[in-house]
């Protein structure tokens, strides 16, 4: 195991992440684009993005199953190997005039779906690769790459080769997910196995029993719940109002395109700034008033935003915004890794993810109804003040003396877990 988060197996790891995002990221233009070809019903077009987001809805808890049954590192490749098929099979039609909207829900379920996988696994993976000390800023790259290739590189070089040629993005994406699965394969296989027999049969029940014990583990923890129900709040309020930012923009600021594409990118530019810092922030604010801090200062983004000052104002909002919730963001990886065991690790995510990203179609929907009948700025208002609340609510469950006490019971679980391993195997 490298104690030096960019030496040995998670540099390896690292750059399968820039490849892979990179792919997504290029995606995230390009998919649009091509479904503008095919029809101009934004509800159909709409549709790419359900179809991408309903798999954690219905097959997280499945794939998080299997990421603690099977090795980690030959999950990681099988997702990847579905995402490079379903890019290659869009190239193809493309090429071949074939595309068609049924076409494109199909791949973009398929490339969902091994997110589920993708994401439940390396989740789990990473604490084996790095030492417990440098979990934090393992996290901290991988966060911020995610950031880089998914929002500032991605989409506009897929614009970019959707403009060349039709299925240069789509080719481009096969191949950095094709370049991410030889990145995996050099990793030398260090995935811990649950601590139930090898033998074990992959049985329709032993799955249902995995999930199970996955939902009971992660609804027993005060601490989890109260995690997952910021990020719930966070992404719910997101979905609410960047999905009408476009109408704050315009309408209500009355600001260009040009101006419109800026304040998207402070967003973006604000996270980044948040990745490379969190780690410090991290060493010097205890945890719970960290959470409490960035909770309030993203809640307090959000009204502003909808106070609608003026485009310079919104945009250093937003920026705000994009800083504090990737440190946020950040430091409750890195504790979940540390607070849950790691054979349940995969099963417990996909439980903890469930929640938090199902609230994305709950708050587009709610925030399309208060921008209807209320104004486009009740939105934020509502958002921000959803947030503050969500904050002090979890409070008694989040603070720090609460937080490094779950932390040290972690520690010590997995202390007395390694003492019995070491002595069944003598």
Request: charged share 10%; hydrophobic share 55%.
């Amino acid at each position: 195991m490298d104690s030096v988060p960019g030496e040995g197996p998670f540099r390896k790891l690292w750059a399968a992440t820039v490849t892979s995002n990179l792919s997504d990221g290029v995606s995230l233009a390009a998919a649009p684009l091509l479904a503008a070809t095919v029809t101009h019903d934004p509800a159909l077009i709409a549709g790419i993005t359900v179809a991408q987001r309903a798999p954690w809805l219905v097959l997280a808890f499945i794939s998080g199953a299997l990421a603690d049954r099977l090795d980690r590192k030959r999950v990681t490749q099988a997702a990847n190997w579905i995402r490079f098929a379903a890019f290659l099979a869009l190239a193809l039609a493309v090429l071949g005039d074939a595309v068609s909207m049924p076409l494109l829900y199909a791949v973009f379920f398929a490339i969902g779906t091994a997110e589920t996988l993708y994401d439940s696994a390396s989740s789990a993976w990473l604490p084996t690769l790095v030492a417990p000390d440098d979990l934090g800023r393992a996290n901290g790259r991988l966060q911020t790459t995610y950031v880089v290739c998914n929002e500032f590189v991605g989409p506009p070089l897929g614009g970019f080769l959707f403009a060349s040629a039709a299925a240069a993005p789509f080719v481009l994406g096969a191949t950095g997910y094709l370049a991410a699965i030889g990145l995996l394969a050099l990793i030398p296989t260090a995935s811990r196995k649950r601590q139930e027999p090898a033998a074990e049969p992959l049985t329709v029940k032993g799955i249902a029993s995995d999930i199970a014990d996955g939902a009971r583990w992660y609804w027993a923890s005060p601490t989890l719940r109260s995690l997952s129900a910021i990020a719930a709040m966070g992404n719910a309020v997101s979905a609410a109002t960047y999905g009408i930012l476009v109408l704050l923009a315009t309408d209500v600021l009355g600001v260009t395109s040009g101006w419109y594409g800026v304040m998207l990118a402070a967003g973006a530019i604000g996270a980044v700034l948040g990745g490379l810092v969190a780690g410090k922030v991290g060493e010097w604010m205890p945890l719970g008033t960290l959470i409490l801090v960035t909770n309030l200062l993203s809640a307090a983004s959000t009204f502003g935003m909808g106070l609608a000052i003026s485009p310079a104002a919104t945009v250093a909002f937003m920026a705000l915004d994009g800083f504090v919730v990737l440190i946020q963001t950040i430091q409750v990886v890195t504790l979940r890794q540390q607070i849950v065991p790691n054979e349940l690790m995969g099963r417990v995510t996909a439980a903890y993810r469930s929640v938090a990203v199902g609230a994305f179609t709950v708050g587009g929907i709610v925030g399309g109804l208060v921008a209807k009948f209320f104004g486009i700025p009740a939105a934020f208002y509502t958002g921000g003040v959803a947030m503050a609340a969500t904050a002090f609510v979890v409070l008694p469950v989040l603070n720090n003396r609460r937080l490094a006490q779950v932390k040290k019971e972690a520690e010590e679980a997995e202390g007395d877990s390694g003492e019995k391993n070491a002595e069944a195997s003598v």
